[in-house]
C-alpha cells in the first residue's frame, strides 16, 4: 500500500463548510503510510476558526481508520495564522506589523499581460467599497510585490514618499482608503530595478515586516507574473489565505495559468478560484459580444485545478483610461460592465473565504 492510496483517501475529506476536499485546497503537505499499517498525516492551516483543526483532524481520522490496511492514524495539524503563530510558536520571518491582518490573498497570473495588476488594484477598491458599506473603511492594503515592473501607484494613483513612522518602520501611501506599498514608490520612476533574486526575496520580507499595515480585513499582494523567487518567498513569509489566478481566455494564458497553479499547491496555498479578464467585447448598442481572444478559457481552467471560477471581465476601454489616469473603474464609473463583474468578484471572496 503506497502514500497514494493516503491521498487519495484523504480527497473524501471535505473542508468544513465547502465541496472542495483538503488535498484539492493543498492543505496535506505529508501523508505516509507504514509496513505496520500506521498512517501520518501532517495539515498545514491558514485561519482564525479554532474550531476547524479539531473537525478536519477527527474527520481524517474517521476516513482513514475506515480502511482495513490502516489499524492507526497519527495527524499532525499546524495553524498559520495572519499573526504568524503556529502549533509551535512564532514562524520565522513573521512580523508584529501584520499582526492586525485578518486575510491575505495573493493575485498571480502564468504570464504578463493578462491584467493581473489592474485586476489587483480594482478588486481592492472594491473591497474597501465593500467594507466601507458596513463602516469599516480603511481596512484594505495592496502590497505590490512586483519588485521589476511595479505599476501600482500608477494604476491607483497612489504617489508620494512614505514616511518613516519609528526605527525601521514605514506608513504605507493611501490612496482611495486603500494602503498601498511599493517599490514604485521607493525608487525614482526612470531608475531600473536591476536585482538578482536574493534581493527580491528580502524586498518582500521587508514589505511585510517594515510597513506599519495596522488593522486590515484583507491585504491583497499583487505578484510578478512566473513562478520564481517572488512567488516562493512570498508563501514562505506570509501566513496566505489563498492565491486567485488571474487568465485571459486563449490557450497560450490558459496553459501558462495551470503550470503557475501548481506551484502553489506545491508549498501548500490553497487556490481560491480563476478570474478571466480580457474576456469579451460588447457592443454598447447592440448588447453583442465578440470574443476577440477565445472563449471559455478561465472556466476550463478552474475545472482544471478543481476550483472556482469567479467570473468574466469583459474589455472596455474605460478600464484602461483608468489606469492610465490612476483613477480605477470601479471607482470612476461603478456601472460599467468590468466594475460589476470585479464588485461581484469582490462580494465572492467574502463567501470563498475560510474562516
Request: contains cysteine; aromatic residues 4%; proline residues 6%.
Amino acid at each position: 500500500m503506497s502514500d497514494a492510496f493516503i491521498l487519495s483517501t484523504l480527497a473524501q475529506v471535505k473542508y468544513p463548510g465547502f465541496s472542495r476536499d483538503i488535498v484539492s485546497f493543498g492543505l496535506v503537505s505529508d501523508a505516509t503510510l507504514d509496513e505496520n499499517g500506521k498512517a501520518t498525516v501532517k495539515i498545514e492551516l491558514s485561519g482564525s476558526d479554532p474550531t476547524l483543526p479539531q473537525a478536519i483532524k477527527s474527520n481524517i481520522e474517521e476516513v482513514l481508520l475506515a480502511q482495513s490496511t490502516i489499524g492507526e492514524v497519527e495527524v499532525q495539524i499546524v495553524v498559520k495564522s495572519s499573526k504568524g503563530e503556529t502549533e509551535g510558536g512564532t514562524q520565522n520571518g513573521q512580523s508584529p506589523t501584520i499582526e492586525k491582518v485578518k486575510k491575505i490573498v495573493a493575485i498571480a497570473s502564468g504570464k504578463g499581460g493578462v491584467g493581473k495588476s489592474t485586476l489587483a488594484v480594482n478588486l481592492a477598491c472594491a473591497f474597501e467599497n465593500l467594507l466601507a458599506s458596513e463602516g469599516k473603511e480603511g481596512q484594505v492594503g495592496l502590497m505590490d510585490c512586483d519588485v521589476y515592473g511595479p505599476s501600482v501607484p500608477l494604476l491607483i494613483g497612489a504617489s508620494g514618499q512614505p514616511e518613516g513612522i519609528s526605527e525601521n518602520i514605514i506608513a504605507p501611501i493611501e490612496s482611495y482608503g486603500v494602503k498601498i506599498m511599493s517599490m514604485g514608490l521607493l525608487v525614482d520612476e526612470e531608475t531600473p530595478v536591476v536585482w538578482r533574486g536574493p534581493m527580491v526575496t528580502k524586498t518582500i520580507q521587508q514589505f511585510s515586516a517594515n510597513v506599519e499595515w495596522g488593522e486590515l480585513e484583507m491585504l491583497f499582494v499583487d505578484l510578478p507574473p512566473g513562478t520564481g523567487d517572488a512567488q516562493l518567498s512570498l508563501a514562505q513569509t506570509l501566513p496566505l489565505d489563498g492565491v486567485i489566478l488571474v487568465t485571459t481566455p486563449q490557450k497560450a494564458a490558459v496553459d501558462v495559468a495551470r503550470r503557475g497553479a501548481r506551484m502553489f499547491e506545491k508549498v501548500n496555498v490553497p487556490i481560491l478560484g480563476v478570474v478571466e479578464n480580457m474576456s469579451y467585447l460588447e457592443d454598447e448598442d447592440s448588447g453583442k459580444k465578440t470574443y476577440l481572444f477565445g472563449k471559455g478559457g478561465g472556466a476550463e481552467t478552474a475545472i482544471a485545478l478543481k476550483t472556482s471560477f469567479l467570473g468574466e471581465i469583459p474589455l472596455s476601454q474605460e478600464v484602461r483610461e483608468g489606469g492610465d489616469h490612476g483613477t480605477p473603474v470601479v471607482i470612476a464609473n461603478p456601472e460599467n460592465p468590468a466594475s460589476i463583474a470585479i464588485r461581484k468578484i469582490a462580494k465572492s471572496l467574502t463567501e470563498i473565504l475560510p474562516g
